[in-house]
């Protein structure tokens, strides 16, 4: 899929000057005149960062920020302002915008923070989909095999672990093979690795 730009601007100036930039550049754009409306129409699956006014009647664009922030939390944001609020700037960046430019915005400006905010939305897209794949090579698991994964992850030996699950090292090496076989890793530190990305915890 392509990286989209979605613009939300109040002003229509404004949205056709920056569609005509990221255009040219060769960028996908899908203009909103409010947050209310991108809000009905947005698809959080598609690639892409929104440019985003911060001063618009009714929901601002820190509002905004905000709302995205719990239904697509690694959504890339870009603000544009016309008052040069500083302080809201601030709050803005602080809350996770790739930048805060002011208007009239400067075309290379603008595009440069584009370009990071692809790369920053294809990081967190990968990572997704890395942790993701993990999730379900960690389903194949059977019960025994994931009480051994978290033994394992833990740092116990096949002894320890054998001893803690009531059974004999040799069954503990069969099951520590077949875990490491499913989840296709080649090491205990790539294996603790992608479980510490997924967020994967032991279950005991």
């Known amino acids: 899929m392509s990286f989209v730009t ?13 569609a005509r930039l990221l255009r040219a550049a060769g960028y996908e754009t899908r203009a909103y005149a409010s947050p209310q409306n991108f809000l009905a129409k947005y ?10 006014d911060l001063a618009m009647p009714g929901l601002d664009g ?3 920020q905000q709302e995205l922030a719990e239904q697509d939390p690694e959504r890339p944001v870009i603000f544009l302002t016309g008052t040069g609020d500083i302080a809201r700037g601030v709050r ?13 915005v400067d075309g290379t400006q603008l595009l440069a923070a584009v370009d990071r905010a692809r790369r920053k939305d294809d990081e967190a897209r990968n990572a997704r989909a890395n942790r993701e794949g993990f999730e379900r090579r960690i389903a194949r698991l059977t019960p025994r095999e994931r009480q051994v994964l978290d033994y394992v992850v833990l740092g116990r030996l096949n002894k320890q672990i054998a001893l803690a699950l009531g059974t ?14 499913k989840l296709e890793v080649r090491s205990v ?10 967020g994967l915890g032991p279950t005991r």
Not at 43 to 52: N, Q, R, S, T, W
Not at 92 to 104: I, R, S, Y
Not at 168 to 181: D, L
């Open 6 to 18: 979605f613009l939300v601007d109040d002003d229509g100036g404004v949205l056709k000057a920056l």
């Open 43 to 52: 698809d959080p699956a598609l690639p892409g960062c929104i440019i985003l």
């Open 62 to 64: 820190l509002a905004l």
């Open 92 to 104: 803005a960046m602080k809350a996770g915008a790739v930048d805060f430019l002011t208007k009239p």
């Open 168 to 181: 004999v090292e040799k069954t503990i090496k069969v099951h520590r093979g077949r875990v490491m076989a």
């Open 189 to 198: 530190a790539e294996l603790v690795r992608l479980t510490e990305r997924a």
